[in-house]
């Protein structure tokens, strides 16, 4: 899906709850979506299973109204969205922008923080929003799993790179001139009533205009072997 131009996104999908959706091996590159996601659209309307893996690449896309550069999933309660596999180092997010919104790459809406992103391994690189979330936007909570953030840019408000309104669970993976205007200059975790947990991860050169270079969480922070 290359050079899509339009107010809709180059790839839209409703009523998928209660699916398990797979996309394995896709390229969006250089799609605008107006006011939706460059690159695809994905309403749940209620739980389902949704999965992005392979060698998959986002690239260039943006959108001038919606929440999410490239993808926006609005995934019921009870959610998953899993970015990559286990062992799997090949999907990337490059150069995704949302001009007027959160989640420069990805943003997941909807229903409270009852459901679950997780990323496995992988790239998030140069990706901006005008909010929160230069890179992943969610309001549930994230788990990143060895993924590497780099140079990523939230112009307005908090999260250079990842922005979650529940838990933030961190294992592995780089944090590297990730930038928020507000609070969080890689990671802001929402969530007051939650454990957040950092391990063997590295954070160099984030910044913040608010609290929190690398990381701000409003709940309690647990860290071990990280830098």
Same mark, same amino acid.
């Given at each position: 899906?290359? &050079?899509? !131009?339009?107010?809709?996104?180059? @790839?839209?999908?409703?009523?998928?709850?209660? @699916?398990?959706?797979? +996309?394995?091996?896709?390229?969006?590159?250089?799609?605008?979506?107006? &006011?939706?996601?460059?690159?695809?659209? +994905?309403?749940?309307?209620?739980?389902?299973?949704?999965?992005?893996?392979?060698?998959?690449?986002?690239?260039?896309?943006?959108?001038?109204?919606?929440?999410?550069?490239?993808?926006?999933?609005?995934?019921?309660?009870?959610?998953? !969205?899993?970015?990559?596999?286990?062992?799997? &180092?090949?999907?990337?997010?490059?150069?995704?922008?949302?001009?007027?919104?959160?989640?420069?790459?990805?943003?997941?809406?909807?229903?409270?923080?009852?459901?679950? @992103?997780?990323?496995?391994?992988?790239?998030?690189?140069?990706?901006?929003?005008?909010?929160?979330?230069?890179?992943?936007?969610?309001?549930?909570?994230?788990?990143?799993?060895?993924?590497?953030?780099?140079?990523?840019?939230?112009?307005? &408000?908090?999260?250079?790179?990842?922005?979650?309104?529940?838990? !933030?669970?961190?294992?592995?993976?780089?944090?590297?001139?990730?930038?928020?205007?507000?609070?969080?200059?890689?990671?802001?975790?929402?969530?007051?009533?939650?454990?957040?947990?950092?391990?063997?991860?590295?954070?160099?050169?984030?910044?913040?205009?608010?609290?929190?270079?690398?990381?701000?969480? @409003?709940?309690?922070?647990?860290?071990?072997?990280?830098?």
């Amino acid at each position: 899906f290359d &050079d899509s !131009v339009g107010t809709a996104s180059a @790839l839209t999908a409703e009523s998928l709850a209660g @699916l398990t959706v797979v +996309l394995t091996n896709v390229s969006f590159i250089n799609n605008f979506g107006g &006011d939706a996601p460059g690159a695809a659209n +994905l309403s749940a309307g209620g739980s389902a299973n949704i999965t992005i893996n392979g060698y998959s690449n986002f690239q260039g896309n943006r959108s001038t109204q919606a929440l999410g550069g490239a993808i926006r999933i609005g995934a019921g309660a009870g959610s998953t !969205v899993t970015i990559g596999s286990p062992g799997d &180092d090949s999907v990337s997010f490059l150069s995704n922008t949302s001009l007027a919104q959160s989640g420069g790459a990805i943003a997941v809406t909807c229903c409270g923080t009852n459901h679950q @992103l997780t990323t496995h391994g992988g790239t998030f690189a140069d990706d901006s929003a005008a909010w929160a979330g230069g890179a992943i936007y969610t309001v549930g909570s994230a788990t990143l799993n060895n993924t590497d953030f780099t140079n990523n840019t939230a112009s307005g &408000d908090v999260a250079g790179a990842v922005y979650a309104g529940g838990s !933030v669970v961190v294992n592995g993976g780089t944090f590297h001139s990730n930038r928020a205007r507000g609070a969080g200059g890689a990671v802001s975790a929402g969530g007051d009533v939650v454990t957040n947990q950092i391990t063997n991860a590295t954070f160099t050169n984030n910044s913040a205009g608010g609290h929190g270079g690398a990381v701000r969480a @409003l709940g309690l922070l647990a860290g071990t072997g990280s830098t």
